[in-house]
């Protein structure tokens, strides 16, 4: 008997009838659907989660497509190539993306358990106007021929869909080269689908091993979380696997104080650890969900910063084609002389410290 995510995936949620069954579309929604072209959907049980009669739901919003998307003032074209250095003279397979000399992402599908609005991979997973080859094995043997390579990102689509044996079998071959130190993997399944947090895929990431196991997921509102996704995160870290969450500061959706803090704070109770929250990149066809560049370390300062625990302040950053830049003003120097340095506290109240000389 299939185990229940598969039956979710059986059952996704990817056409009107289907998403009738979980909301009442508005005859706009309904108007774009008909008519798009892109690849849109997600799990029954993510589903279940949006709001019925509310288009400005924020989990709604991520899952079906707008005719906003059409805009496209700040969007770059061929962002991905772009992005993941495709067009570089360095000689790699589709399944390899590099901006750094010592990590980099491993592709190995291309489909999802949500295909989000928003996401930065657009063109390749949601409108499909990239092709790529995301070969496992070609991707294997060119990390194998490059022992500089110390940390690989299993990243997609959604490596978590992948069966357990192909799974087993990209950990098994990874880890049998002397040079990887690290395997991460990025995956909103924890999310979008718990279930598939299965016996089985504990046994594929579980016991002690030189080279360690990270999960980062993508959880962008507090909605969606729920006690299915806190039992699929305990039984990870059970089995020794840490989990960070990679939030994507969305308008409209995450950008409010309110929604920031409550985002964070929820993420720890149960048991994530907020790690970036990402600027929405400029890939085509997401100018709707696109704040000012200051936004996400505005939020840092005024919904967590003195807030609330250090653990829940994530750093905010922006993915770029030479690597993550950190998009963090410091808001709380205020200046130094020959003998102090000036500071000031998330309430405004300002001190100073002894400024020590080289």
């Not at 309904?30 to 029954?44: A, D, R, Y």
């Not at 985002?263 to 994530?272: A, E, P």
């Not at 950053?317 to 500071?343: C, R, W």
Request: hydrophobic share 35%.
């Amino acid at each position: 008997m299939a185990d229940e995510w598969q039956e979710q995936l059986k059952q996704f949620v990817n056409t009107i009838d289907r998403l009738k069954n979980f909301i009442n579309l508005t005859p706009e929604e309904e108007g774009v659907l008909s008519s798009t072209q892109t690849t849109w959907g997600t799990t029954p049980y993510f589903a279940s989660l949006m709001d019925r009669d509310d288009p400005t739901c924020p989990i709604r919003r991520q899952v079906i497509p707008s005719t906003l998307e059409q805009q496209n003032c700040y969007g770059m074209d061929d962002y991905l190539v772009w992005k993941e250095n495709r067009a570089t003279e360095e000689a790699r397979p589709d399944s390899i993306a590099r901006q750094y000399t010592d990590r980099v992402a491993f592709t190995v599908t291309q489909t999802c358990g949500i295909y989000c609005r928003h996401c930065f991979r657009k063109e390749l997973v949601v409108d499909g106007d990239l092709k790529l080859d995301f070969n496992v094995d070609e991707g294997l043997a060119w990390i194998a021929e490059h022992p500089e390579v110390r940390d690989v990102l299993i990243t997609g689509g959604d490596p978590f869909l992948l069966s357990d044996d192909q799974l087993e079998y990209l950990i098994r071959k990874l880890r049998e080269l002397s040079h990887i130190e690290m395997i991460r993997f990025g995956t909103r399944l924890p999310i979008v689908l718990p279930q598939r947090i299965t016996s089985g895929l504990k046994k594929v990431l579980g016991e002690y091993h030189r080279v360690p196991i990270w999960i980062n997921t993508q959880c962008n509102h507090p909605k969606e979380m729920t006690e299915e996704t806190a039992k699929g995160i305990f039984e990870l870290l059970s089995c020794g696997v840490n989990v960070g969450n990679q939030a994507v500061l969305l308008k409209g959706i995450n950008d409010d104080v309110e929604t920031f803090r409550e985002l964070h704070q929820k993420l720890l109770r149960i048991r994530i650890r907020p790690y970036y929250v990402f600027y929405c990149e400029p890939a085509p066809g997401i100018d709707h969900f696109r704040t000012p560049v200051e936004k996400g370390a505005e939020l840092i300062r005024d919904a967590l910063r003195g807030h609330t625990t250090g653990l829940a302040q994530p750093m905010h950053v922006i993915a770029t084609n030479i690597g993550k830049i950190p998009l963090m003003p410091d808001h709380y120097i205020l200046g130094n002389d020959e003998q102090n340095y000036y500071l000031r506290n998330h309430k405004g109240e300002e001190t100073f410290i002894p400024n020590i000389p080289e």
